[in-house]
């Protein structure tokens, strides 16, 4: 019991959560400004281990998540984390290439609405149908910093198009195209 008791406080607050394949420690998701996930066959699952980790980090202002093979449900806990973040600076999302659906754009739309600091929303690449593309849209009128939601190369229609086009307020832009 001792050695097992010991070895639990050998590792730090946390450390034991972070996935090692992520190549970034639980202190990092808890403090840094910018954090580079990219390409890190990042997962569900993993997006559930880290999610309490981010929510701790109100010095966080840019995530590169990208290039991931999360879907749905991981984007759920991350934007679920990131709009628990009490007086937060997060400017910018990044969610390119990777398996994201119309639930991620649920989720998405939950943090757009509810933040008060994001510029800029990266979602291009993805599986959002023109379902998505409709609850992004109710979503974007009632943001009060997003500048920039780039959308393209997913599974939208000119109907969908539309439908973000005309529900962005003037300076907002929506990108079809990187």
Excluded: W
């Excluded at 990208?66 to 973040?85: K, S, T, W």
């Excluded at 992004?136 to 959308?151: C, D, F, G, N, V």
């Amino acid at each position: 019991f001792a050695v097992i008791f010991a070895a639990h406080f050998a590792t730090p607050m946390g450390e034991d959560l972070v996935p090692p394949h992520l190549g970034v420690s639980a202190h990092d998701l808890r403090n840094s400004r910018v954090l580079f996930l990219k390409s890190r066959q990042i997962t569900d699952s993993d997006c559930a281990a880290i999610s309490p980790l981010l929510k701790q980090n109100k010095a966080l202002n840019q995530l590169f998540i990208g290039y991931n093979d999360f879907g749905d449900e991981g984007a759920r806990h991350l934007c679920e984390a990131l709009a628990a973040i009490e007086g937060g600076a997060l400017e910018l999302v990044g969610f390119r290439h990777c398996r994201l659906g119309d639930g991620a754009a649920q989720a998405v739309a939950e943090l757009i609405k509810s933040s008060k600091t994001i510029v800029e929303v990266g979602v291009d690449e993805n599986d959002i149908s023109d379902s998505g593309a409709e609850t992004l849209a109710a979503a974007l009128p009632q943001s009060t910093s997003l500048q920039h939601l780039y959308i393209g190369k997913n599974k939208i229609t000119k109907s969908g198009e539309g439908a973000l086009q005309s529900a962005a307020p003037s300076p907002m832009k929506v990108y079809f195209n990187r």
